[in-house]
């Protein structure tokens, strides 16, 4: 097995994998379990026009207490900011996808509440809403 990881400061992460076996896919999904939630944490802010604190579901269907609990946490405090193209339906997305929901349709909010005008970034509630297909019933 050959594994190298370079440039991790800049954001770019190289890996080589010359033979993947079990124990390489046990190894590379801790390093992104490590590295993920740095990226996360990294998020500036500063920058956004709104922070989002509070988020609801609208069409939770298909998804447990425990699953619906992690979509809350992996979107409260992210930015939000549609004119720069900042959505919180793509992390949404991208969780329901680890979970194998490869079919699933998120949608952006139609809109939302500012909790602080005074505030910066602002302090936003959300509703999203999201669709999972037929053949996506049981995750993976």
């Known amino acids: ?19 993947l076996g079990t124990k390489a ?13 740095a990226v996360i944490e990294a998020q500036d802010v500063r920058s956004c026009t709104y922070v989002v604190k509070q988020v609801a579901f609208e069409n939770p269907t298909g998804l ?3 699953q619906l609990a992690k979509l809350r946490t992996v979107v409260m405090g992210r930015c939000y900011d549609p004119v720069k193209a900042v959505f919180v339906s793509d992390y949404v997305y991208d969780q329901l996808r680890l979970w194998g929901y490869r079919k699933a349709t998120v949608y952006e909010p139609k ?25 996506d019933a049981h995750a993976k």
């Open 25 to 37: 896919r046990l190894i590379l999904a801790l390093l992104l379990a490590c590295y993920v939630p």
């Open 1 to 19: 097995m050959f594994l190298r990881v370079s440039n991790i400061a800049s954001s770019s992460i190289m890996l080589n994998l010359m033979v």
């Open 64 to 66: 447990t207490a425990e």
């Open 111 to 135: 809109r939302f509440v500012v909790l602080d005008r005074t505030a910066h970034p602002a302090p936003i509630a959300v509703a999203i809403d999201f669709r999972l297909r037929g053949s």
